[in-house]
Every structure is written in C-alpha cells, then in structure tokens.
C-alpha cells in the first residue's frame, strides 16, 4: 500500500524553526518528485514546495523562499521540510504528497502553530 | 503566477441531483488540471487528473472535461457521502496552484 506519513509539527514562537518529516513507503521513492502543501485552518490548500526524485532540483512558493528548504533523503525514502522565521501566517496543516504531475498520494498532515 | 478562479463558492444539493463546478484558468494550460475531494478532516483525495481522466476506485458519478481555461467537474446523481470541497489544480506551470475550493453540502 502506498503511504506517506507526516511528523515534526507543533506549536513554535514566531521566529522559531521547525523541521517537518514525510515517511515513504510502497512505492519507489526516488523515481518520483515530492511536493509540500499546506493548508491553513477553515482555508484552501497552498503549494508550499517541489523536490525533484534525485534531490536535485527544489522549488519554492514566493510565501517561504528563503525561509524554508526541502530535502529529501532517498536511502531512508523521507522527505524533509526545514522551517526557519516562522511567522504566524505560516500556521497550517503541512501535508506532503507525491507527485505525478497530478498530485496522486497524500500524508494525513502535521500541523504547525506559530503564535507566541 | 496561473490564478484559478472557480465558482460556485458553495452549493446546497439534494441527493440524486447533478452538481456542476466549473473552474477557469488565467491563462491556457492544457489539460493539466486536476481535481479534489477533501471530506471533513481527511485529505484531499485525486478525483479526476488532466481534464478528463479518470481515476481507478473514484465512482463513475464523477466526470470532468474541459481544455485551455475553462474546465468543469460534475457529479451525477449527488450522493450523501459526496459532502466536501471541491478543488481543481493546475501543473502546467510553477508555483502550482488551486483553485478557491467548491464546498458541496447535502441538504
């Protein structure tokens, strides 16, 4: 059965960091490119960021460049989103999902609170 | 930036009924839009992808067509368990985008 299962949110300080995880499994992690959305709460989803399948290609919404980065690390099949300055309108369910142009499979979400 | 804009923002159905939402791209892309159904505090679940292609295990009831800009998803014979939003995707270009959602209540 392919599944992705998030981890790593929480409650964080506006300027805080937090680092989001995506677990893999029943499918070939590196054949495909991996995306971010999230969604903030009674919102519609937002596309947060792209990796491609061999990590080396990343893309970003103009709402987290250079705040945030996504890796991935094939060897563990995991997805990573790495979240520095947090502000409070980054406060949303993080959902990863795997991409066939279409975006065909979707974590649960993890969420993230940024509030002081 | 690709805005898509769809309508209606909210819909009030009675069973069995036809339900039609369209969404309209700022510019051309193809037919690489997509669609969603995210049901109260699940995930968005791939409906229908590139316009018109169905997805294996999404019932029949469920159809999409459309190319260029304008694209419509309709559900036939509305069922209670179709009670969700509604959200169409475009991968044409980055950023990807989605539209504003279709929120589809059973009356």
């Known amino acids: 059965e392919v599944q992705l299962v998030e981890s790593g949110g929480g409650v964080v300080q506006p300027g805080g960091s937090l680092r989001l995880s995506c677990a893999a499994s029943?499918?070939?992690?590196?054949?495909?490119?991996m995306h971010w959305v999230r969604q903030a709460p009674g919102k519609g989803l937002e596309w947060v960021s792209l990796i491609s399948g061999d990590g080396g290609s990343t893309y970003y919404a103009d709402s987290v460049k250079g705040r945030f980065t996504i890796s991935r690390d094939n060897s563990k099949n995991s997805l990573y989103l790495q979240m520095n300055s947090l502000r409070t309108e980054d406060t949303a369910l993080y959902y990863c999902?795997?991409?066939?142009?279409?975006?065909?499979?979707w974590g649960q979400g993890t969420t993230v609170t940024v509030s002081s | 930036e690709i805005v898509l804009t769809q309508s209606p923002d909210f819909q009030s159905v009675t069973p069995k009924e036809k339900v039609t939402i369209t969404c309209r791209a700022s510019q051309s892309i193809g037919s690489s839009l997509h669609w969603y159904q995210q049901k109260p505090d699940q995930s968005p679940k791939l409906l229908i992808k590139y316009a018109s292609q169905s997805i294996s295990g999404v019932p029949s009831r469920f159809s999409g067509s459309g190319s260029g800009t304008d694209f419509t998803l309709t559900i036939n014979s509305l069922e209670a368990e179709d009670a969700a939003a509604y959200y169409c995707h475009q991968s044409s270009s980055l950023p990807l985008t989605f539209g504003g959602g279709t929120k589809v209540e059973i009356k």
């Open positions: 029943g499918f070939t992690f590196d054949d495909y490119a």
């Open positions: 999902a795997k991409d066939t142009n279409s975006l065909d499979v």
